[in-house]
Each structure stands twice: as C-alpha cells, then as structure tokens.
C-alpha cells in the first residue's frame, strides 16, 4: 500500500504519516470499467438526411411561396451521374471502366460539384434523383460527395421525373 | 519538513522476534512481497480513458443487424430517436415488424403505397402526438436498408413515409474513417 512517510511521531508530537487509499481507488475505476463496458457502442451508426419535399415545391405549411429559385438536380442513373439545373445546364458524368467492371465516377464527380458550388456560394440545397435499378450504396455516396462539396441541404425526388 | 530516509515502518511495531527476523530476512531469502499496485492503477486508468473516448451519452438507437450491411459515409449527422424503417434483401421491417416482401416491392415498377408500412407509421404518429401535445411533429423516419438493395424499393418506402406524414429521412449508415 502506498503511504508518505514524514518520520517522526514518537516524541509525543500526531504523526504526520499519511496512508494513500489506493483500495477504494481501484474499486472506483473499476465500476468506472465495468460501466463503461457496459454502456460501450462499438458500431458507429449515423445517419444522412434528406428530405422528401423538393426546392420550389409548395410547401403543405401555410408559409409565403419562395421566391422561384434556379433548382440544382444530381440524377443518378445507371449510366453515371447527371449534374442539372432547371436553367438547362447538363453535365454528364459516365461511368469508368474499372477491371472489366462500370463504377460511377466518384472523384469527377466531387470536382464537378467543387466548381458548381463555387458558381453557386450562397446555395446549400440540391436534389438528388435516383433512378430505378441503381444500388442503394451509390445513391448514398453521391449525397456523401454532395455533402462533402457543401450542398447539405439534400432533398429525394424520382430520378423518372428528371428523365 | 525534512525529507528522511525511509525506513520499514512496519517492523517497528511488531513486537515478535522471530516474525520480525522472518519477515526482514535475516540470513533468508525474505517472504515479504509486494503487489505492484501502481501499474495496475496505471492500466485501469488507460482502460477508463479507452472506453470513455467510445461512450456515447445518446447511447446505441440504432442496432446492426445481421441481415444488412449498411452503406458507408463519411458527411454524416446523428441519429435521432425516430420509427425504423429496415429494408433487407427478404422482408421491410417496421421496428422489428414485417410489413412488405422486398423481392414484391423490387419487381413493380410503380411507385406503390406499401399499405401495411402506411398505417403502422400513422400509428406511431399519432402515438407521439398523444405523448408530445405541443411540439411540433418532426416527422422523421430512420431507413436502414442492406447496401445492394434496388433504391426502387428505398424510393416506395419513402413515398410511403410521406403519405404517413414522414417526409424527412434518416438513412443510417456506418461512419467511414
């Protein structure tokens, strides 16, 4: 056991011998262990929003109409990626040819989205498309590339609409 | 104060002889041993440190579950305590209740109401506002869909969502590094 020794404390003086509990120390850090253990959240789960009511729709609320805003639209279809406007921009984003295998083109498509938020600094908010057929985990990271180049205000629309 | 050598401070109280002899060692090998309980201090507490860094106070409201393996991503947000909507290759699940067939919703190609879906998440609805009368109803839903799963399937849950009063989507995924 730990314990500081001054010396002394025979000559009629109160020793001044102190005795460090180092028991109830070991018992509290390992309630401390076994409740951290217990409580302990391996997977780290999170999430990505989007919302299901697209820039410029009307709103179900009774809020004034929005003024008529340029809608920024990410089509995902089997092809690739389709970056659009309602102001008729189109940028066509194929799909790669990696080992005999077609995989969206993820690093062109951040780049793009890189410049369209340049072009549009005050926009956060973009529609993301996905057609039929497409996997869910390409849906998924389109919306994470978007969020990454700062379009975090990310609503689902079908992809057939955009067609 | 003056710092002095430190001396057994034990031994001075026992008054028996042949114990003090036995436990100072005099011409044996000695029987006193310590437990090194420094280093095992030292190790409980970069064990806390350890477990604290993975503690999470809102606690684990999502489950993994064996059937999906979800998505990754790394722009993410928390996840917030909502109705879970489970889609895996075999069934859609309602908080552990099947409502659909996925291969059913996958083979159509009209966007359909999934009917069951529709009226157990209008009775969650209805079951928070009963317990929050005066907060606004977020309308929030938590999609844990498998990562190969067709977004058609994705697309009828949503639209069922939103016929629900749902039109915000949480779609969880695992945080990339």
Same mark, same amino acid.
């Not at chain 1, 299901?52 to 089509?75: C, F, N, Y």
């Not at chain 2, 031994?11 to 011409?27: A, E, K, T």
């Not at chain 2, 009209?110 to 009963?130: H, S």
């Given at each position: ?34 409740? *951290? ?116 205000? &990310? ?9 | ?42 190790? &409980? ?5 350890? *477990? ?41 699940? &309602? ?83």
């Amino acid at each position: 056991m730990a314990a500081i020794d001054a010396g002394g404390g025979d000559s009629g003086k109160k020793s001044v011998n102190q005795e460090i509990p180092l028991i109830p120390f070991i018992d509290l850090l390992l309630c401390c262990v076994m409740f *951290l253990l217990a409580t302990a959240v391996w997977n780290q789960l999170a999430a990505m929003n989007a919302n299901q009511q697209v820039p410029g729709q009307a709103s179900t609320e009774d809020a004034p109409p929005e003024d008529e805003k340029v809608k920024l639209i990410l089509q995902v279809r089997n092809s690739g990626y389709v970056l659009g406007s309602s102001a008729g921009e189109s940028i066509d984003i194929k799909k790669r040819a990696v080992a005999d295998q077609k995989e969206f083109d993820v690093e062109e498509l951040a780049t793009k989205l890189g410049q369209w938020k340049q072009a549009w600094d005050d926009r956060d908010d973009m529609i993301v498309a996905p057609e039929d057929g497409v996997r869910y985990e390409d849906v998924i990271r389109a919306m994470d590339v978007a969020s990454a180049a700062g379009f975090t205000n &990310l609503s689902m629309a079908d992809g057939a609409a955009f067609l | 104060m003056a710092i002095q050598r430190p001396e057994p401070v034990l031994l001075h109280n026992i008054p028996l002889r042949f114990v003090r002899d036995r436990v100072s060692g005099h011409g044996r090998k000695s029987v006193d041993h310590q437990i090194p309980l420094i280093p095992f201090i030292d190790f &409980l507490i970069v064990l806390v440190i350890f *477990l604290l860094m993975s503690f999470s106070a809102s606690g684990e409201l999502v489950a993994q579950q064996p059937t999906i393996t979800m998505p990754k991503a790394k722009n993410t947000q928390q996840i917030e305590v909502s109705p879970i909507v489970a889609v895996d290759e075999r069934v859609i699940t &309602l908080d552990g209740a099947r409502v659909a067939d996925t291969q059913t919703q996958g083979q159509s190609a009209q966007v359909d109401r999934i009917e069951p879906l529709i009226q157990g998440l209008e009775a969650e609805k209805r079951k928070w506002e009963t317990i929050h009368p005066s907060e606004p109803f977020a309308g929030q839903v938590i999609v844990q869909a498998d990562r190969n799963i067709d977004f058609r399937v994705v697309k009828k849950v949503m639209f069922s969502a939103a016929s629900a009063g749902y039109g915000n989507v949480s779609f969880a995924v695992n945080q990339a590094e």
